[in-house]
């Protein structure tokens, strides 16, 4: 979204209040007296299209998840726990992108943990979906996926495709959803992979069909 230097005459009260929302929110003046404009004027802003997928993600997001406050208007953290001994913590972590091309963001997947047991289950479990995942991608026509893991974390590509703004929220739901199952049922039973993996693949691919994420 183009952007251009104006010059405006503001009161000094203006400014001072305009500089603590700004402070608050995590974003800078300029950025905040463009919001606020925007809206008043109906026009779409990046903000408003994120707050817009995070409001449709939030409430349509299932599992167990509890969503922490962020100041920044792309990222938004859902955690959950996972049942295992001690009961560790794993995030989501989905930033989006301010303005979306064949990008829409990117998810990242963390486990806070001291265990290296633990730790090297969490490894093995992405290194599965990681596969798994590019597999049935490639099969849908799509080969620009792009995945990293590194000890404790998974890192994803969030990708467009043709997914409308007023979707994006809902996909995005749904993939985070069938993640966090596929990661809880495979820490209540890591030796069994081989019985439950079927019913997952096939969950997933059911998603394929309505979202390419």
């Known amino acids: ?22 402070y608050l929110l995590g974003t800078s003046r300029s950025n905040l007296i463009n919001q606020i404009l925007a809206e008043h004027l109906s026009c779409v802003t990046p903000e408003m299209r ?19 406050q962020q100041r920044s208007a792309s990222l938004m953290t ?38 290296e047991q633990l730790t090297e289950l969490f490894n093995s479990f992405f290194a599965y979906r990681i596969k798994l995942e590019t597999t049935l991608l490639k099969a849908h026509g799509r080969t620009d996926m792009e995945f990293q893991l590194t000890l404790g974390c998974f890192t994803r590509k969030l990708l467009k495709s043709s997914i409308a703004d007023e979707m994006a929220g809902e996909a995005i739901s749904r993939y985070l959803t069938h993640l966090n199952k596929s990661v809880q049922t495979y ?18 691919m059911a998603m394929l069909e309505r979202y390419i994420l």
């Open 1 to 22: 979204m183009k952007k251009s230097v104006y010059s405006l005459v503001l009161m000094d009260d203006v400014i001072k209040a305009v500089d603590r929302q700004a």
């Open 50 to 68: 994120m707050r817009e997928i995070f409001e449709s993600l939030s409430h349509l997001v299932s599992g167990g998840f509890r969503i922490q």
């Open 187 to 204: 820490f209540s039973a890591p030796q069994e992979l081989a019985e439950y993996a079927p019913a997952m693949e096939n969950e997933y």
């Open 78 to 115: 859902l955690k959950t726990a996972l049942d295992y001994k001690y009961q560790p913590t794993i995030s989501y972590k989905v930033e989006l992108e301010r303005e979306p091309l064949d990008r829409l963001g990117t998810l990242r997947v963390q486990i806070r943990t001291q265990s």
